[in-house]
Each structure stands twice: as structure tokens, then as C-alpha cells.
């Protein structure tokens, strides 16, 4: 009879487990702290839709490039995103903190995933192509975790 | 009713025929490919319905994954890559939609072609390849998923991915494990 777990799959196992802890140990040293000039970019279908600075509040709807928005009619934030487009997200920047609070997808994975502060960070909507993330600026550069106790 | 003899007819050919490999004949393949589809699909259904979301896209048991181990280690991997392709296609246009069916569908081929090869080499075990398949599954789906959104930020993803990825696999492997113990 056959061992159930064998010397090789002990191998591959360890082999992958730090594969994984040098990619996540390399990621997280990629992101930084965010400066007091960060600014929220936010790309859609790959290209840059809007940056914001992380510093002021506001709600922003984001259409998905499959709505073939012009850039004639700017979506109204003031209005509802739904009364709007059928496919959109809506990013919003409250308290230096970014989430997207509402998005017209079905599975609300970005939605799902709260809010980001660090630079680095991103959120991403795949059905609507939507990459949030956050430019940590220049006085958030090689801060790191550190910048916190420093 | 009337269909019954023209069904019958394949088989009979098929066993004298050019494809006497271990599987048998062609309508058997069919069949016992069929079966374990619709089987597969099922686990793809229950999966599908549990509420359960642990925040991260991409992120769940793969129960489905199952059939495909048994038919690869039971029968072979024509059996295997047919399940899997056939599980994926359906269950896509049933509840995953197109997207989520792209995906599967990069991370089954790459994890087809991975527990193939490791199985080949013989020095694994089920668990050791179904681990290895689901690691290369996930692997496959952030392919995807990159080449889609044309950012590799979502490499963000990887480490969660690689870590999730093993333990569904090895989960999955000691499902197949059992159960190959009770069919063999």
C-alpha cells in the first residue's frame, strides 16, 4: 500500500511556503507609508480615470469603460450612481481612508475588500476594470511601517 | 425509446475499434466522462449557493476539484481535462458568468498540466499533486486576471493566492485520497 503523504510532498510543501512568505516579505516592503501629499489614483479599463489628494474628502462615480461614457456627460456625484449608469463604481475618500462603497458588479469583491490608507495599497474591480490605488507621495517615501514609531 | 439501438452501436465498434486504451470503449468514455461532469457540477452548484465570502476574490474549497483528481488518478487524463473543461464551461453559463469562467478555465489547464506532469514523475503522492494543482490553479486565474485589468498591482494578490491555493489543495487531496481508497 501507498504512504498517503510522501518526502517529495513534504518538499514541494516547504518549497511554496516560502515562495509565498518572500513574495508577501518583498510586497510588503514595497508599500510605504502615505505622505501628507498622497493622492488616490484611480485607473479605469487601464487608463488613468482621476487622481484626488488623500488628504480631502469626497465621492467620486467612476463609470466602467464599457458604458462608452464621452467626455461630454462628467458623471454628477451629487446625483445617485445607479440613476446614472448600469455599470459603475462609485470610490469614496473619507478620513484619509479610500474604499469603494458601492459598485454595480455582482460579486462586490471591491466592495468587499474595506478601505485602504497605506501607500501601495489598491482596491480593483475586475468586471468593471477598476484600479484604485493610493501614490504615497513624496514625504511618505521609504517611511515604511516605521514612519509610524519614528 | 427509439434512440436505444443507434446508442448501442458506438460501443460495440468502439471496443474492437482503434481506441482500446485502459478507459474502454468511446460511448464508455462518454458516459463515465458525462457522469462525472454532472457530479462535478453539482459540488460546483453546492459551492456556488453556500453564503460564504472571506473578503478576497478568488478564494474558495474548489470542491469540484475532487472528480477531477479521481478521474485522473481512476481513469486518466483525457477523463480529467474532459471533466474539468466540461464542469467549467457549464457552471460558467450556469453561475459564474464568462469572467469567472475565464479564469477557471487558465487555472484548469495550468493545474491539468501541472498534476499531469507530477504524476508522471511518480514521486508524489495524491495530496502532494492535488496541492500543486491548486496553487497553480489560483496562479492561473491571477494570469488572467492581470492580463484583464493590464496592472500587475494585482501580483499584490499572489502571496494570499499561493497560501489559499495549498491549503484547498491539500484539502481537496485528502478528499480524493479517501475516496480513491473506497472506488479502487
Known sequence: MKQYIRKADIILLIVL??????????????????????????????????????????????????????????????????????????????????????????????????????????????????????DPGSSGEGGGYDSVTS | MTQSPRNTRPAASGSGGSSPQRGGSSAQFVARVALMASLALIFSYVEAIIPYNPGIPGIKLGIANVVTVIALYKYGWKEAASVSVIRIIVAGLLFNGVFGMLYSLAGAVLSLIGMIGLKKTGLFSVIGVS????????????????????????FFYFPVLLFSGIAAGILVGIISTMVLRVVK
Not at chain 1, 510605504?32 to 489628494?53: F, K, N, Q, W
Not at chain 1, 445617485?80 to 462603497?101: D, L, M, R
Not at chain 1, 458601492?102 to 482596491?123: D, F, M, R, T, Y
Open chain 1, 17 to 134: 511556503i516560502i515562495a509565498g512568505l518572500a513574495a508577501s516579505a518583498a510586497l510588503s516592503m514595497s508599500r510605504s507609508a502615505a505622505g501628507s501629499d498622497a493622492r488616490v489614483i484611480i485607473e479605469s479599463g487601464g487608463e488613468l480615470y482621476a487622481t484626488y489628494p488623500l488628504s480631502e474628502d469626497r465621492t467620486v462615480i467612476v463609470p466602467s469603460p464599457q458604458e462608452g461614457v464621452s467626455a461630454a456627460d462628467v458623471p454628477d456625484d451629487s446625483k445617485p450612481a445607479s440613476e446614472q449608469f448600469t455599470h459603475y463604481n462609485v470610490v469614496t475618500i473619507s478620513g484619509g481612508k479610500v474604499s469603494v462603497s458601492e459598485a454595480s458588479c455582482k460579486n462586490q469583491v471591491c466592495v468587499h475588500h474595506g478601505e485602504i490608507s497605506q501607500g501601495g495599497e489598491s482596491i480593483v474591480c475586475l468586471p468593471n476594470r477598476l484600479v484604485v490605488r493610493i
Open chain 2, 131 to 154: 496541492m500543486a494543482a491548486g496553487v497553480l490553479h489560483n496562479m492561473g486565474q491571477l494570469l488572467v486576471a492581470a492580463a484583464l485589468i493590464e496592472d500587475l498591482r494585482i
